[in-house]
């Protein structure tokens, strides 16, 4: 079966500085992976996905990751990071599963960023 | 907004009670999804919908059953609730039917407290 860690429960950084939230997976054949974000008393929010081409994938609030095939990872990244991109962040493969495909989500890494 | 609707957002009820969830997808969407998401468990996948048909069974209780009608909104309902059942509940819906690349876009769930 197909899985992802997160291995950080937290991330914390300064405003301005660069993030990154770790994500691994495993998996059989090709992964469609992907980064959601989830903030307080909201509903998760799809950042971005890799199903294939280029490693580097562009998403939304200017994240972005890089699919590593080697490395069997999918880090989240941003170049600058916002105070408002503090949330809880989740990284998901696809499984699939008898009669279908079903989402696979990691425990989720919370990001801190402060001012 | 991710134009996907879930009421309630709250709802407490006593152990042996029964509860009905309730989920409107996007628009176009006719896929849906439903998770249960707790602190000890993170988000579990419970049951997938397509065009009105069970697609993907996660894992969910024989005490919980969902089904998708018509108009593509969905219910999902907990029967002989316990303590344990306590938890957000969050509905997603996509445009494919699971296998294949879609994103799914979140509903700003349904907390449950049992007592």
């Known amino acids: 079966a197909q899985s992802v860690a997160q291995p950080e429960d937290q991330v914390n950084v300064a405003e301005g500085n660069p993030l990154t939230v770790k994500c691994t997976y495993s998996v059989s054949g090709n992964p469609y992976l992907f980064w959601y974000v989830q903030y307080p008393n909201r509903g998760l929010q799809f950042l971005l996905k890799?199903?294939?081409?280029?490693?580097l994938v562009k998403g939304s609030y200017g994240f972005e990751a890089e699919f590593n095939k080697s490395q069997t990872s999918f880090h989240l990244k941003k170049p600058s990071a916002l105070v408002s991109d503090s949330a809880l962040y989740f990284c998901?493969?696809?499984?699939?599963?008898?009669?279908?495909?079903?989402?696979?989500f990691g425990a989720g890494t919370r990001l801190f960023v402060k001012a | 907004d991710s134009g996907v609707t879930q009421t309630p957002k709250h709802l407490i009820t006593a152990t042996g009670q029964r509860v009905t969830l309730r989920c409107s997808p996007r628009s176009g969407d006719l896929s849906v999804y439903w998770y249960q998401q707790s602190l000890d468990q993170g988000l579990q996948f419970l049951i997938q919908?397509?065009?009105?048909?069970?697609?993907a069974k996660g894992n969910i209780l024989e005490r919980f059953s969902a089904q998708q009608f018509p108009d593509l909104h969905s219910e999902l309902n907990l029967s002989s609730l316990e303590l344990g059942d306590s938890a957000l509940y969050f509905c997603?819906?996509?445009?494919?039917?699971?296998?294949?690349?879609?994103?799914?876009?979140f509903g700003p769930g349904t907390r449950l407290t049992v007592t």
């Open positions: 998901a493969v696809r499984d699939m599963i008898t009669g279908g495909f079903k989402t696979i």
């Open positions: 919908y397509y065009n009105g048909e069970e697609r």
């Open positions: 890799y199903i294939t081409g280029d490693n």
């Open positions: 997603a819906s996509s445009v494919g039917p699971g296998t294949d690349s879609y994103e799914q876009y």
